[in-house]
């Protein structure tokens, strides 16, 4: 698919992330003429019978700029001030240039909790859903008055992800400051090369990412790669554009430059689709050789193909399971505590009870509850996890 090919019209439900760069200027506040022409955009694709969710980063930014905090570093506390009078500030104007455009709107504030817990998760899901049948643009971000470090995303664009694929969304965007993926970061490689489409995320593709380009902006093309293994995993296409210039979306219809990502060829569904956007497995199980094809052929992961568990997790967390050489494979809800599992890892199923003093699961991760990594599918597609 050459770039100028690219078309928005032929998706259904579009999930839109824009960077706080974007949409606010350091000195002036924010940028009303750039987010009228994308509610313009935005209406258009409407109009065309697209359903379109947008995930907007800027509260912290906007109202940075509001109390005059300058670009110093910010206490804790001051960020979730700034967050606070931000997220007003922003919700109104979404409201308004969508108002403007004969659209409702309406605003939704998530933890990273609000998605990694399946009930929560659930609920929102229920609450965008229910917007949207009532014809109104969700407009999501993080809750950044209450989110700290430990338990935040820290990005919007893997928070975009997990909407888009919570959501079912055919087509993720992820507007930014840069036009597309490059082979270095073209800030630094003025010879870096532009990629047009990648097909799969490899750690090939991995290793081009750079850091933010923007104090403004905590994200960056690792967190946007990051973003394209939850979304392609579960059937969504990605696109990464520059936002920067007016009407951005109406841009890649123009031909603008573009890198679309395609969408994985067995894409996971349903209750999986939850546990393969986990983004923080709360621990790791690295397995053996004869463990990974047991799981590509769709078996359970079993005890005695686990050669080292690390992290402290308890039973029902998401793990990664890692090959010999370190590379992620497989998520999945695990069957024990760290501490069992660390017990009884390599042991035959037989000999589990004798060590464990009762009789436990057989699976160290069920097959039911387990996700194949995309890239590993993709690569292997005739080994499908069932």
């Not at 402290?312 to 890692?322: C, K, M, P, Q």
Request: glycine share 10%; aromatic share 4%; charged share 25%.
């Amino acid at each position: 698919m050459a770039t100028g090919s690219l078309s928005l019209k032929k998706y259904r439900r579009i999930t839109v992330k824009i960077g706080s760069a974007l949409l606010v200027d350091r000195s002036a506040g924010l940028k009303r003429e750039w987010l009228a022409s994308l509610a313009d955009d935005i209406a258009s694709l409407v109009a065309d019978g697209a359903d379109v969710l947008v995930v907007s980063s800027g509260a912290i930014a906007l109202g940075r700029t509001i109390l005059g905090l300058g670009k110093r570093i910010l206490k804790l506390e001051e960020s979730q001030a700034a967050a606070a009078v931000g997220q007003i500030a922003l919700a109104g104007a979404w409201s308004e240039e969508l108002a403007r455009c004969k659209l409702k709107s309406g605003q939704i504030l998530v933890t990273l909790g609000d998605t990694e817990e399946r009930r929560r998760y659930l609920n929102v899901r229920a609450t965008i859903s229910t917007l949207i049948k009532m014809n109104a643009v969700p407009v999501i971000n993080e809750n950044d008055t209450v989110a700290t470090s430990e338990i935040r995303y820290g990005d919007n664009d893997r928070l975009a992800a997990r909407v888009a694929t919570m959501m079912g969304a055919d087509l993720l965007v992820l507007l930014s400051d840069i036009d597309g993926l490059y082979t270095a970061p073209p800030a630094r490689d003025p010879g870096a090369k532009f990629i047009p489409v990648v097909d799969r995320i490899t750690p090939e593709i991995e290793a081009m990412a750079g850091a933010a380009a923007s104090e403004l902006s905590r994200g960056g093309m690792r967190t946007k790669l990051d973003a394209g293994k939850i979304a392609t995993a579960a059937g969504t296409a990605m696109i990464i554009t520059a936002g920067t210039r007016l009407n951005p979306l109406s841009a890649i219809e123009r031909g603008e430059r573009a890198t679309f990502f395609r969408p994985g060829i067995q894409p996971v569904k349903g209750y999986k689709t939850w546990i393969a956007g986990q983004l923080d497995p709360a621990g790791r199980l690295t397995v053996d050789t004869g463990a990974i094809g047991a799981l590509l052929s769709g078996k359970s992961l079993l005890p005695a193909g686990v050669k080292l568990v690390s992290g402290n997790f308890s039973r029902g967390d998401t793990v990664a399971i890692l090959s010999p050489e370190g590379r992620e494979i497989a998520r999945g809800l695990v069957a024990y505590d760290a501490t069992d599992a660390v017990r009884i890892a390599g042991l035959k199923s037989a000999e589990i009870p004798g060590v464990l003093g009762y009789q436990a699961r057989s699976a160290m991760v069920h097959r039911d509850d387990l996700v194949m990594s995309h890239a590993i599918e993709t690569a292997i597609p005739e080994q499908a996890e069932g």
